[in-house]
């Protein structure tokens, strides 16, 4: 069993998107973010701190707008298309999940496919169907990223993608099937999701249920890849139990330091691509 190590993968990754930052910099292009943050919610605040900080790292200018819970939607509207406009800002993060109240999809369409790093908006995904370059979310995209570093071939191989969202699980499908995998998507109402995962060569589980995948359900030498994040006791865990799974495995990722690393990793190199598809335009 190899661990896949998205830490230390992130690491390699940050390095090189610092490089492309300040090649950006002798050119005279100062790379930027704008952060939309509505409301309190504290793992928000956390993960967009968390963000902030590895922009830091790497020279890319991050800059977070605060708007109180009770905002209007059409004053974060106004918000977005002003950030949309500035030349200044090469990508735009609207910080998930928004308010009661709050419209998500209307909000995310005020930010240009240009512009959109983290790949929500219907603009990308629609590209990712058609098998056409371009923006991809940061966490399947992250996924993909370790499956390459650690060279696990991916074509013609049965991946079993556990979980639906337009986040995570419908992405994730469509780039494993655009790498040429066949691919099952399983969800709340798989009749048998147990059989499903014991078929696959390649499982990802991005639900957000502890200990959703067991041994039983693993065949020996597959790669398991678990994106969810959930708290046990106080203890972070991900959807697979691991301890009993990763003895099956002939690759698979651990929760914490798997899968979140790289998606932050993901994020820097969106606005990076951005700033220089940017600077390609002008």
């Known amino acids: 069993m190899t661990l896949l190590d998205g830490k230390q993968t992130a690491a390699k990754i940050r390095e090189e998107v610092a490089l492309r930052v300040r090649a950006l910099q002798r050119l005279g292009r100062t790379v930027g973010l704008a952060v939309v943050l509505v409301g309190d919610d504290p793992a928000s605040a956390i993960y967009v701190r968390n963000k902030a900080r590895a922009c830091e790292e790497v020279g890319i200018r991050s800059v977070v707008y605060t708007r109180p819970a009770q905002a209007m939607e059409g004053e974060i509207a106004a918000l977005l298309d002003a950030l949309a406009a500035d030349s200044s800002v090469d990508g735009i993060l609207l910080q998930l999940p928004l308010p009661a109240g709050l419209n998500a999809d209307a909000l995310l369409a005020h930010i240009p496919p240009e ?8 603009y990308h995904l629609g590209a990712l169907v058609r ?21 696990i071939g991916i074509a013609g191989r049965h991946a079993v993608v556990v979980g639906r969202s337009v986040i995570v699980g419908k992405p994730m499908a469509l780039l494993l099937l655009n790498a040429d995998a066949t691919v099952t998507v399983c969800h709340s109402k798989t009749r048998d999701l147990r059989a499903e995962c014991l078929r696959a060569d390649i499982i990802v589980s991005a639900v957000g249920h502890a200990g959703l995948i067991g041994a039983d359900m693993v065949k020996e030498g597959a790669v398991v890849i678990d994106v969810g994040m959930n708290r046990v006791n106080g203890k972070l865990c991900g959807d697979v139990d691991f301890a009993a799974v990763a003895p099956k495995c002939s690759y698979i990722t651990p929760v914490p330091g798997g899968v979140g690393p790289m ?12 700033a220089e598809g940017n600077l390609t335009r002008k």
């Open 263 to 274: 998606t932050v990793a993901m994020l820097l190199q969106n606005v990076c691509s951005c």
């Open 115 to 122: 512009k959109d790093v983290d790949a929500f908006g219907a």
């Open 131 to 151: 098998g056409e370059r371009s923006m991809v979310a940061c966490t399947p995209l992250g996924v993909m990223e370790l499956l390459h570093r650690y060279q």
